[in-house]
């Protein structure tokens, strides 16, 4: 279902199934490893309402969180050095755990055998988890309060999918989880590129403006 390719190295295809929604594949040599793309091989599709977060693995310095994929978004390119940050242990990351030698005593080794972790997941589990990796700012820009940019992260998610329900959201409307998908790689996208700058954009706009037209790009 899953392939992998480090820069510069031959395909992988030889993913490892730890149970019905975890999978790994190894990456030995991984301190010269700069990027890697994870991609579907196009045969098997994700259930409806499903995709999978993908994690780095690091024995001796823990896990990290890159991204997602989804039916929507079937490959994907990471970048490894310079930008591993380890981050405390989730229920994924505990599968993960203990099932390669390759992730015990490793850092023991000359050169390490990393590990790129897939966790198939239900797409509204996924984009929780992916706003994780949206709160961080560029350096000098830090969010001084963190409910404040929650509230903007959530009137940009809000206004983003009132423009294709008419101008209004309610309990009445059904709002399909790609669409929530195509938002956050958009957003992700403006906040890799510039920070988070268009949020503050985008709410002096509002305070500004008395009409219904949509915030600015």
């Known amino acids: 279902m ?3 390719c480090v820069a510069g190295r031959l395909l992988q295809t030889d993913l490892r199934q730890i149970d019905e929604t975890h999978a790994m ?4 040599a991984a301190s010269s490893i700069n990027h890697v793309c994870v991609f579907l091989m196009g045969t098997v599709p994700f ?8 994690h780095f ?3 001796g310095k823990g896990f990290q969180l890159l991204g997602m994929l989804s039916n929507e978004k079937p490959s994907a390119i990471f970048r490894l050095r310079g930008s591993y940050t380890a981050q405390q242990a989730s229920a994924a990351h505990t599968a993960f755990s203990g099932s390669s030698a390759a992730m015990q005593g490793a850092q023991d080794q000359p050169d390490v055998t990393a590990i790129l972790g897939l966790a198939i997941e239900p797409l509204a589990d996924i984009v929780a988890q992916m706003a994780t990796l949206q709160t961080v ?6 969010a001084a309060d963190p409910t404040r940019l929650a509230e903007r992260i959530v009137r940009h998610l809000f206004n983003y999918i009132s423009g294709f329900t008419g101008g209004s959201v309610s309990t009445d409307v059904a709002v399909p989880m790609p669409l929530i998908v195509k938002w956050y790689e958009s957003f992700v996208g403006k906040v890799r590129n510039g920070g988070i700058g268009f949020l503050e954009r985008m709410e002096d706009w509002c305070v500004r403006s008395c009409s219904h037209v949509g915030p600015p790009v």
């Open 137 to 142: 700012a560029q350096p000098g820009h830090a």
């Open 25 to 28: 594949f190894e990456l030995p």
């Open 57 to 59: 693995f690091w024995p």
């Open 47 to 54: 259930p409806d309402g499903y995709g999978c977060t993908v």
């Open 2 to 4: 899953f392939g992998c």
